[in-house]
Structures are given as structure tokens and as C-alpha cells.
């Protein structure tokens, strides 16, 4: 059996700074562990997905992580995998149980089908795995290998935990209350929906030169591409509602630069249970903004249900410091203008788009993440 401390030594000596996942009774001692840790820097996630995305982000701002969560959960991090981690060539050290594995002891019935395809899920993906050996002398030349891949082929590399693997941590801790301050801008008698493409000549002319700009999946990130293509921006493909998360994981590995995220209501409903995570850690140096056109633009215009919802009280229910609605470009300037030195969330009403003839852009999703370390790199905050 491995002893939870001794896992986190290697873990740290073949890179890894950063943690984030969903429990797993078959690894409990190992995540109690690395919460206890302050060192380890543990962020417990909505869901494996979200996971998957804040552990990206980590590792495109310099921070490479390891997500942690049951395979039962696998199926919540498939798109992920698929389009942002593969489509980005971002890399990830995967710890994933093995819940229902045949031939071991019998497990409750949920975990029947996934245990038996919990391997060839990891291998349809393109992700290589290995079981996590009980034997601590394996542990480092395990984890060589997994660096080796990611550092090479710059995709996840899987361990997958069988029962008994690890053996007693540390006891375990209660997360510190964090209640919400539910500071609100009072909401407008009349919502004016703005033009889409000044919102984002808007936001692109407010943020500064050290800023980082994230966009949603669809017509978001094509506009901001359209307004005009920059190092520091990173358009999303593909892994809808995976965005915030993403600037999640950045703006954590990059404290002393501010992360701008350009969320869509669509893609923010998918995902909404990142809204408390993002709530509940409050990295002071992210901007969340999120473009409410009530609709799917990019497939044809279909409704959704964000009219009926106020998100900007829901973001301040989830612990957001700040919430703010705009109702003018005026307005959205100087939101972005002037940093808060909290999270923030702004929620900016658009008109669905007109111009539905926007350039697709040029550089790889792979190039365009390539580029964005780069700079972040040559341009210190």
C-alpha cells in the first residue's frame, strides 16, 4: 500500500502544483491528504468536467495539475478530454478510481457497467493509463512515465486506483464557511440589449496589456477574433460551459495578472455549477463576464432558458464579491476599465447576432494555446 504523503512527495518532484477533483471512497486517504496540505493547492470542483478544465487552465498559466475523481464520473469529463485537453494539446496527470473493477470484490450495482469499460473509455479517448502500483518503490518511475507522455505528446496520461491502493492520511478537515455577501447592483426598470461586436471592441479596448481574454464556445470567440487577433487570447472550441473553470485554474496559477473570461448564457447553463466553485475560492484577479443574448447564436438562434433567470443575483448567491449589470457600453468600460481586486461578475445584455459571417481563425486551437504560454511567459504581470 502507498502512503498518501509519500504519493504527494513524488507528485511534487515530477511537477505537479496543483490539484482539483471530485472524492472517491477508494482514494479518500490520498484527498483528504492533499486538502490538508496547503502546499498542494487542492480545488474541489462541481464536477470531474469542471475539474478536467480548471486543471488546464492551471497548466496553460505555467502550473501543471493532476485531477482526482471516481470513473463513475469519467462519462462528466468525456467532452473535455475530447475537445479542450486534445483539441488544446494541454496536458494533465488524471488519478481516476476503479470503482466496480471485474474480478475484484463486488461493488454496489452503479458502478457494474463503467467498472468493465472504465479501461477501454481511457483508450477510445487517445488517453494512455496505467494501474497505480501498491508498491511505493514504483511510484517515481510511474510517475517518469506520465511526465514523460504529457511532456511529449502535451496530453493526459491516466493512473487508475484499485481498492486498498493508499493507505490511512490525514484526518480530515471541514472546509471553512464562506458565506456569500449577496452585494448586487439593483436591476434595471429596462434591459437594453446591446450590439454584440461593440461589447467586444469594448472589452478588448478596456483590458489591459498584461490581461489575459478567454472566450466561450461559438460565435464569441470568432468575434474577438474578427475584432482583432492578439497572443493574449484564447478562443474556446468545443467544451462548452468548460470556459469560467478554465479561467479558474489561469487566474490561479497567475495571481498578479488579471484573467478576463467572456462567458455566453448557453454555455454558463451547462456548466452552472462552476459558478459556486469560482464562488466559494474568489480569485480576486478574474473578470467573469458573461454575454446574455437568451439563445444558441452560433446553431441557429435557439432559445434558452437565461431570460428567466437572473444570473447576476445567482453569481452573488455562489459567493461572487462582486456582481455587477450593465446596461450601456459606457457602463461595460468602466467594468472593465477598473479592476476590482475581487471576482467579479458582469453580466452584459446583447442583442442575437446579425452579422453572421465571421472569420474562422487561422492558427490551430493547439497553436493558439501554444502561443498564449508563450506570452505569458515573456510578459510577466
Not at 502535451?154 to 464557511?177: D, E, I, N
Not at 435557439?302 to 447576476?312: C, G, Y
Not at 461595460?332 to 481586486?341: C, W, Y
Amino acid at each position: 500500500m502507498i502512503d498518501p504523503l509519500s504519493f504527494l512527495s513524488e507528485t511534487r518532484r515530477s511537477g505537479i502544483d496543483l490539484f482539483s477533483g471530485v472524492p472517491c471512497s477508494l482514494f479518500t486517504s490520498l484527498i483528504d491528504t492533499v486538502i490538508a496540505q496547503p502546499a498542494a493547492n487542492y480545488i474541489g470542483a462541481a464536477n470531474e468536467g469542471d475539474a478536467l478544465a480548471i486543471a488546464c487552465g492551471a497548466e496553460l498559466g505555467g502550473q501543471r495539475a493532476a485531477v482526482l475523481f471516481q470513473n463513475s464520473g469519467l462519462g462528466n469529463a468525456v467532452n473535455p478530454f475530447t475537445s479542450l485537453a486534445e483539441t488544446f494539446r494541454i496536458p494533465a496527470l488524471i488519478i481516476c478510481s476503479w470503482r466496480g473493477q471485474p474480478g475484484a470484490a463486488p461493488d454496489e450495482p452503479q458502478h457494474d457497467r463503467m467498472g468493465k469499460i472504465t479501461p477501454a473509455l481511457f483508450e477510445l479517448m487517445g488517453i494512455p493509463w496505467e494501474l497505480l502500483p501498491t508498491d511505493e518503490a514504483a511510484i517515481a518511475a510511474t510517475l517518469e512515465r506520465a511526465k514523460s507522455h504529457m511532456d511529449s505528446k502535451h496530453t493526459p496520461y491516466a493512473l487508475v486506483v484499485r481498492r486498498g491502493s493508499f493507505t490511512k492520511g490525514a484526518p480530515r478537515t471541514t472546509a471553512p464557511r464562506k458565506p456569500p455577501s449577496l452585494r448586487l447592483d439593483p436591476p434595471a426598470e429596462h434591459s437594453i440589449a446591446l450590439d454584440p461586436d461593440l461589447v467586444l471592441q469594448t472589452i478588448a479596448q478596456g483590458a489591459s496589456a498584461t490581461d489575459v481574454l478567454l472566450t466561450t464556445t461559438g460565435f464569441t470567440g470568432r468575434a474577438l477574433y474578427a475584432v482583432g487577433d492578439r497572443p493574449n487570447q484564447l478562443y474556446m472550441v468545443g467544451s462548452m460551459g468548460c470556459v469560467s473553470s478554465l479561467g479558474l485554474g489561469l487566474a490561479r496559477a497567475q495571481p498578479n495578472r488579471r484573467i478576463i473570461v467572456l462567458d455566453g448564457d448557453g454555455a454558463l447553463l451547462i456548466r452552472m455549477g462552476a459558478l459556486a466553485t469560482l464562488g466559494y475560492e474568489r480569485p480576486p484577479n478574474l473578470l467573469h463576464i458573461l454575454l446574455d443574448n437568451g439563445v444558441h447564436d452560433s446553431t441557429g438562434s435557439q432559445a434558452t432558458v437565461a431570460p428567466s433567470l437572473d444570473t447576476a443575483s445567482i453569481a452573488a448567491a455562489c459567493g461572487y464579491p462582486c456582481a455587477r449589470r450593465v446596461e450601456s457600453l459606457k457602463d461595460l468600460s468602466a467594468s472593465v476599465g477598473v479592476p476590482t481586486g475581487e471576482l467579479t461578475f458582469v453580466h452584459v445584455p446583447t442583442q442575437s447576432r446579425t452579422n453572421r459571417k465571421l472569420p474562422r481563425p487561422t492558427i490551430t486551437p493547439a497553436e493558439v494555446a501554444q502561443r498564449l504560454r508563450e506570452w505569458i511567459r515573456d510578459h510577466p504581470a
